[in-house]
């Protein structure tokens, strides 16, 4: 095998919309599909197709265009989306419980297999059929790969401490707080108003816009 | 005033990195700020950061640095943090029901007004001091901004019809379908799954290094 090139992280981001689109395409029986295809479908532009898609290998057959299936299931791999991942949520408020149902974490392979909180008033109660486990007693090995962290944020950092412990190995951050790891563990934080500053931006320039034309 | 120059997206969604970086910073009472220090504390390039503010004017000082007050005020006005924006959700599942108190939407002033569902059962029930409200009997016009659609997936596009027709100029969509609406309104999507893919791959990178190592 090839060393392994160091992938762009906005690369690794446009695959799940490369995948979506895919998935389109092949419910619809599509065989081959040219760059300009995905570009018109997905709004990245062809070149960035073509260039993301470089990392990964060769794909496209001159003068045709890029085997649908072929490229699905290169996809779905390299985004690990044939396999499970077992995950324990921390932080049983709110969000907590709308992500134990939440389905795209069912069609990213994710398996919730431990919930947790630190409220008595809430141990011991089930969601989903798992039972809300006392954080104060996470063992030290869980048999988990991920956590999933919606704890309030004063609390979030020790929550990542003892998540890590336990032997996890990449952390979904929902907080607000940029929680400390060991190179060793992956932490992704997000942040359910990032899409709002382009929202609000958006919204002042159609008003401006507006405006003008009366 | 000059011509409104076409911001890039990516570097209205940078705004927010810089916003809490300048926000940090005017908190630890530091006057000036480099580029090269607000790149170490938010990860993005100098150059970049630079690149971006140039779309909104002349901020540093020559041979010293940004202005953190200025520069923060600035950034808030663009942002449009310094206004409030009056919000109705729509589905009051358990995602809906986490949004309601969701600290974020406050720190950019969105202020919840309504809260809807088709669900008789919730109808009537009150959360945050907000009675949930029929959604089949959404006013013409509604005086709500932003519509924040939490619904499932098949009647996804039908709520926000009803939303736009309401007055709605803007929607922050948590679900999986690709809204339609005319050009003069402002559609996000907010995809809880994101971060996961590039979560999942640095988990098998890591997994690859250390089988490496052995």
Redesign the interface.
């Known amino acids: 095998m090839n060393k392994?090139t160091k992938?762009p992280?906005p690369t690794?981001?446009r695959?799940?919309i490369y995948f979506r689109c895919l998935s389109e395409l092949k419910n619809l029986d599509i065989a081959i599909v040219s760059s300009e295809e995905i570009s018109n479908r997905t709004g990245i532009k062809a070149s960035q197709f073509r260039k993301d898609l470089s990392y990964f290998g060769e794909f496209g057959i001159q003068g045709l265009g890029y085997p649908v299936i072929h490229l699905f299931d290169r996809v779905s791999e390299?985004?690990?989306l044939n396999k499970q991942?077992q995950v324990a949520i921390c932080g049983m408020?709110?969000?907590g419980?709308?992500?134990?149902?939440?389905?795209?974490?069912s069609?990213?392979g994710?398996i919730i297999r431990h919930l947790f909180d630190n409220d008595p008033e809430k141990i011991g109660n089930k969601i989903a059929g798992l039972e809300i486990e006392d954080i104060s007693r996470l063992p030290r090995d869980l048999e988990v790969?991920?956590g999933i962290i919606t704890v309030p944020a004063p609390v979030a950092q020790d929550t990542a401490n003892l998540m890590i412990r336990s032997g996890v190995?990449?952390i979904?951050n929902f907080t607000?707080v940029n929680l400390s790891a060991t190179p060793?563990i992956?932490v992704?934080?997000?942040?359910?108003?990032?899409?709002?500053?382009?929202?609000?931006?958006?919204?002042?320039?159609?008003?401006?816009k507006?405006k003008k034309s009366h």
């Open positions: 392994k992938i992280d690794i981001e695959l799940p390299i985004m690990q991942h408020g709110n969000l419980r709308a992500l134990v149902n939440y389905e795209g974490f069609r990213w994710l790969d991920m190995k990449a979904l607000a060793d992956a992704r934080n997000v942040d359910l108003t990032n899409e709002l500053a382009i929202l609000l931006y958006h919204m002042s320039s159609h008003k401006k507006n």
